[in-house]
Every structure is written in structure tokens, then in C-alpha cells.
């Protein structure tokens, strides 16, 4: 076996892949439904948790409003799936993991594991981020600034949308440490290059916060310092990584003894 050759690597037909692809991804679409069909009952309650931080600075007397015939039902399914979603998480990542596992030296399973998971935690954190921090600024700001005469008064499908693509946008910028630590892991760039980079980096984190937030400094700096912390994070764990085909382990092994080292000729 080459030293090229992952852990416990064995030959596979193109059919054999397809149905494990096609059993992981069913077994996905399960663990989703079945948390879906948990949640459906609690559909409205969900809703109104989601849009509490807009409807806290609604004017007196005002509420949000359903401009279509279907939307006080579709807007909570909707959201409802997404939730489910996002809980499934865990599940999509572990047949994720049981798919790609086979192919990976030992000491890269003990690298990819922790980053699987700290992406899922990274990005519930910039969810729970968006909601609890992020939301407030952006709807007190919306509702101070709302020209005299004008009632503030939000379709419901109009905010789903808005705070989907927020929760997005803010859990991607969480996963910067996980992106920050592959990238330096497969040598697309090193420590020393992003340690060079680093003040464009900040830059470029206060402009993605100018993008994301409300055109006030402080809600910008709130999304662009936690960006670029989140940045030196991933520099600090990328530092202590090698990349990938500089590790002692990339030698032969076999199946019953790991990673140990080719023997040596005569």
C-alpha cells in the first residue's frame, strides 16, 4: 500500500458508493421529516419566538400583517422546515462523516471530527448571535428611523425572508475559524500569509458588516469584531496543524496496525 493510501482503504465499485451516497442522504431526509412532523404541532408558537425582537418595536397598537390569502399558514411551515432543518444538523453531519471517513488517514480523522462538530456549534452560535444581539439593533433602528405618517407594519412572509437570509449570513460568518483552519490544512495558504493578510482581513470584516447591518457604526462593529476574533481563532488552531501530505502518519499502514511506519528493506 502506498503512503498515499488512506487508513483501512479498500476498493470500492462506482455502484457500491452511489447506494451508500443514496442510504445517507435517505436516512438525512428522514431525521428531517421526522423532526418536522415533532415541530408541526408547535408551528405557530415557533413563529411567534422568531418574530418577537421585530414585533417588540412595533408602534402601539400596530402588528405584523398577511398580505396573502395563505400566508398565516405557509409562513410558519415554512419556517418550520427550516428548523427542522437546522436540528437535524447533527444527524446530516454524522452520515456526512460516515461517508467520507473510509477515505482519511488516522491522524486527519482526528482533525476533521472536531471540525465537523465545531461547525455546527459555530453556526448555531452566529443563529443565536443574529437573534438575540443583532436583531434588536437592526428593528430599533428600523422603527427610529420610519418616516412621520408611516404605520411600520411587516408581512409575515417578508420577515421570514429577511431573518432566514440574516441567520444564514451570520452562521456562515461564524464557520471563519473552521474555514480559517481547512484552508492552512490542505496548503491553500499558510500561517505566515494570513498573519501578512491580517489587516485586510479586518477590513474586509467591517465591510461584510456594513453590508449585513444597519448603516450605524455600533451594529457594524458588533458583526465585524466577532468576525475578526473568530479569525485569529482559526489562525491560532491553523498554526498548530500540518497540511495535509506533511504528516508522519502519511506512511503505509494496514488494516490491523493504523498508521504504523513502512518496515524497512533489507
Not at 177 to 204: M, N, Q
Not at 205 to 222: A, N, R, Y
Request: a negative charge; hydrophobic letters at 55%.
Amino acid at each position: 500500500m502506498s503512503a498515499e493510501t488512506p487508513e483501512h482503504d479498500q476498493q470500492m465499485p462506482l455502484v457500491s458508493h452511489l447506494t451508500e451516497l443514496r442510504t445517507r442522504l435517505l436516512r438525512c431526509v428522514a431525521a428531517t421529516f421526522l423532526i418536522f412532523a415533532g415541530l408541526f404541532y408547535f408551528a405557530q408558537k415557533i413563529y411567534t419566538f422568531v418574530s418577537a425582537p421585530l414585533r417588540a418595536y412595533l408602534p402601539e397598537n400596530a402588528t405584523m400583517i398577511a398580505t396573502d390569502v395563505a400566508s398565516p399558514f405557509i409562513a410558519p411551515f415554512k419556517l418550520t422546515m427550516v428548523v427542522a432543518l437546522f436540528l437535524a444538523m447533527p444527524v446530516i453531519l454524522h452520515q456526512v462523516w460516515g461517508f467520507i471517513a473510509p477515505g482519511l488517514y488516522k491522524h486527519e480523522k482526528r482533525i476533521a471530527m472536531p471540525l465537523l462538530v465545531s461547525s455546527i456549534v459555530l453556526f448555531y452560535a452566529g443563529m443565536a448571535f443574529a437573534y438575540f444581539l443583532v436583531f434588536p439593533l437592526i428593528f430599533h433602528f428600523f422603527a427610529s428611523v420610519t418616516p412621520e405618517g408611516v404605520s411600520m407594519m411587516t408581512d409575515i412572509n417578508s420577515y421570514l425572508d429577511f431573518v432566514l437570509t440574516l441567520f444564514f449570513a451570520f452562521g456562515v460568518a461564524f464557520e471563519i475559524p473552521v474555514a480559517t483552519v481547512l484552508l492552512i490544512w490542505i496548503g491553500v495558504v499558510d500561517v505566515v500569509y494570513l498573519r501578512k493578510i491580517r489587516p485586510y482581513v479586518v477590513i474586509g470584516c467591517f465591510v461584510v458588516g456594513m453590508v449585513l447591518t444597519p448603516p450605524d457604526i455600533f451594529s457594524q462593529t458588533l458583526l465585524a469584531v466577532p468576525m475578526w476574533l473568530l479569525f485569529e481563532i482559526g489562525l491560532f488552531f491553523g498554526g498548530m496543524i500540518r497540511k495535509r501530505g506533511e504528516h508522519p502518519d502519511d506512511d503505509p499502514v494496514s488494516p490491523d496496525d493504523g498508521d504504523q511506519p513502512p518496515a524497512t528493506q533489507p
